[in-house]
């Protein structure tokens, strides 16, 4: 069984493009203390099925998904379609 993690925080740039648009994403784990992951290592660990990650926001759940753009690998919510528009964006900067 998957381990699920809850994406809270993301790094993101100033690109246009979805699959460079955002850089790492993080959260917090059940001890308290912050993760962090590039996007290439989410995929990965999305792909291999060891984790699911999602956002949550106002109470709703969305969970996160990798898809490809212009032969590069990213992560949308299943709730977004081409554009990972809804939920990543509003997500707060990673810290540290």
């Known amino acids: 069984m998957a381990k699920r993690a809850r ?8 690109r246009k493009n979805p ?3 955002i850089t790492h994403v993080g959260g917090v784990n059940p001890d308290g203390k912050p993760w962090k992951r590039s996007i290439e290592q989410v995929v990965k660990d999305i792909e291999s099925a060891e984790w699911e990650f999602y956002v949550e926001e106002n109470g709703r759940r969305v969970g996160v998904v990798w898809a490809t753009h ?10 977004d379609d081409i554009q990972p528009d809804n939920v990543l964006p509003l997500l707060a900067e990673c810290p540290g």
């Open 7 to 14: 994406i809270r925080y993301a790094n993101k740039t100033d």
């Open 19 to 21: 699959d460079e648009r």
């Open 70 to 79: 212009n032969g590069h690998k990213y992560i949308k919510t299943t709730a």
